[in-house]
């Protein structure tokens, strides 16, 4: 069994509700440098004034595209322009899953690969939301993720009809390449499935729970 110091060091802890207060924001960033989460998860427009209050004792990380990815790419640059200029350091970007849907892979590769090189050194996690897709769909995601030089792939936006399973970690694990890392997010709600998670094969599982759960 993991302890849970290790268990945090997994953990980008998160708040990304559409009602989510700044009193909620503070508070998450408090139990974050607490507990020494990965990082923490959290809408765009809270990402400057994090920064400005906690400085360098937070990874920040946003979301772009979120939580349906259609916007276009232009919009998705923006987006991600300026979380990086506020002082985001990791972007978990939503692809879009229309392009999906009509088999158009190729856009959705050259749109990842787009972002990476905007994103640099920093860290892209690429949500594919598989709970909408087939099993070939989403292997096709992980070829062009890993395609694409993304840093993760990430299964799920917590917002969509359910949320990562054991067993789609366990496809993405065969394949990607060597050097994606997988996340898992949404409906993660015990300790037992945070280890599970992590046995499989996640580098980060996305949770606004962590803290109760290990409590």
């Not at 400057?48 to 990380?61: F, S």
């Not at 997010?185 to 606004?208: F, K, V």
Request: charged share 25%; hydrophobic share 35%; proline share 1%.
């Amino acid at each position: 069994m993991m302890n849970k110091e290790q268990i945090y060091q997994y953990v980008d802890h998160t708040a990304l509700r559409p009602m989510t207060s700044w009193t909620d924001i503070v508070r998450l960033c408090e139990e974050a440098i607490e507990h020494h989460t990965a990082s923490v998860c959290i809408p765009g427009c809270y990402v400057k004034r994090v920064h400005e209050t906690y400085g360098d004792r937070l990874t920040i990380c946003t979301v772009v595209g979120f939580p349906l990815g259609y916007t276009s790419t232009a919009g998705k640059l923006a987006e991600t322009e300026q979380a990086l200029r506020d002082g985001a350091s990791e972007i978990d970007m939503v692809i879009n899953l229309c392009d999906v849907k009509n088999g158009a892979y190729d856009a959705v590769e050259e749109e990842i690969r787009t972002l990476k090189n905007l994103v640099g050194e920093k860290i892209l996690k690429v949500i594919i939301e598989t709970c909408y897709l087939t099993d070939e769909e989403k292997i096709a995601m992980c070829k062009a993720v890993t395609a694409a030089g993304a840093d993760y792939i990430k299964t799920s936006t917590g917002f969509g009809t359910s949320g990562a399973t054991l067993a789609d970690v366990k496809l993405m694990k065969q394949h990607i390449g060597a050097g994606v890392k997988i996340k898992a997010a949404g409906g993660i709600r015990s300790r037992q499935e945070m280890e599970a998670y992590i046995q499989t094969g996640c580098s980060r599982l996305g949770t606004s729970s962590a803290v109760s759960i290990l409590r």
